[in-house]
T-cell receptor, first 114, second 111 residues
Framework: DAGITQSPRHKVTETGTPVTLRCHQT?????MYWYRQDPGHGLRLIHY???????DKGEVSDGYSVSRSKTEDFLLTLESATSSQTSVYFC?????????????FGSGTRLTVV | GEDVEQSLFLSVREGDSSVINCTYT??????LYWYKQEPGAGLQLLTY?????DMKQDQRLTVLLNKKDKHLSLRIADTQTGDSAIYFC???????????FGTGTLLAVQP
């Protein structure tokens, strides 16, 4: 998917455990985003980054933290996983705030919290 | 606040035209997009339209934009079974400079 890789692709974890999802890009794009996709809600923005060490909250950030120590990697951490965080998580990248080409998405991580 | 609305489901027969509709609320949006999501995959950009256009055609796809009514539509001509997917409408927020997505429309194409 245009140089964007998410890992793992699938994960099952227990309630209360921390979980980290990784987004890796080889496009040298400045902007990176984490979304979750749930039936009936579409895509909702969790956190985003506009550069190394520069991150900000999206509309559903509670229970999530992010880090971006280098351009190519954007990590999403669920500090203490809950069943409500069972979802499909997508990472996206863009190289400009113009967004005339929109975002490029990864293939997603399906997370199940039991 | 900003909101993007789509109907949840559309069923068509192979060979017919499909029209997927979307309404949005941000009148300052500069770009509007259509994404396609196939099962188990991420979202792929199908097409986009700049807000000063009212129509854009790309092979079987036609995008119509009515800025006055804040209505966007995607027409797929000669719909094929491979077009079965979820289609997301998105707008570029004038306030936050990020994309706001609709809930997605599941297009089912019957052979």
């Amino acid at each position: 998917d245009a140089g964007i890789t998410q890992s793992p692709r699938h994960k099952v974890t227990e309630t209360g455990t921390p979980v980290t999802l990784r987004c890796h890009q080889t496009e040298n794009h400045r902007y990176m985003y984490w979304y979750r996709q749930d039936p009936g809600h579409g895509l909702r923005l969790i956190h985003y980054s506009y550069g190394v060490k520069d991150t900000d909250k999206g509309e559903v950030s509670d229970g999530y933290s992010v880090s971006r120590s280098k351009t190519e990697d954007f990590l999403l951490t669920l500090e203490s996983a809950t069943s409500s965080q069972t979802s499909v998580y997508f990472c996206a990248i863009s190289d400009t705030a113009l967004l005339n080409y929109g975002y490029t998405f990864g293939s997603g991580t399906r997370l199940t919290v039991v | 606040g900003e909101d993007v609305e789509q109907s949840l489901f559309l069923s068509v027969r192979e060979g017919d035209s499909s029209v997927i509709n979307c309404t949005y609320t941000d009148s300052s949006s500069t770009y509007l997009y259509w994404y396609k999501q196939e099962p188990g995959a991420g979202l792929q950009l199908l097409t986009y339209i700049f807000s000063n256009m009212d129509m854009k055609q790309d092979q079987r796809l036609t995008v119509l934009l009515n800025k006055k009514d804040k209505h966007l539509s995607l027409r797929i001509a000669d719909t094929q079974t491979g077009d079965s997917a979820i289609y997301f409408c998105a707008e570029k927020s004038g306030a936050t400079n990020k994309l706001i997505f609709g809930t997605g429309t599941l297009l089912a194409v019957q052979p």
